[in-house]
């Protein structure tokens, strides 16, 4: 866990927080369909927000504001 990683990915639908040990073998516990549909919304997140054409919007936005502050 990070400052901010909650504002990349959904804690418990995007990606699994471990802090510990038994956190870790809960995790690779849990079943196949529940681990594989955290990894489904994870990637839909990166590939929908997190990639450089998503930053590259994002700054255009910032800057188009910023234009019209002007």
């Known amino acids: ?6 504002k990349f990915f959904e804690p418990g639908r995007e ?3 471990v802090r510990s040990a038994n ?3 809960e ?3 849990m079943d ?3 681990r594989a ?3 489904a ?4 997140r990166a590939l929908d927000d997190h990639t450089a054409e998503a930053r590259a919007r994002e700054f255009e936005e910032i ?3 910023l234009f019209e502050l002007l």
């Open 1 to 6: 866990w990070w400052e901010g990683l909650d």
């Open 15 to 17: 990606i699994v927080i």
């Open 23 to 25: 956190d870790v073998i």
């Open 27 to 29: 995790a690779l516990g």
């Open 32 to 34: 196949e369909e529940k």
């Open 37 to 39: 549909a955290i990894g």
């Open 41 to 44: 919304f994870a990637r839909k």
């Open 63 to 65: 800057m188009k504001g």
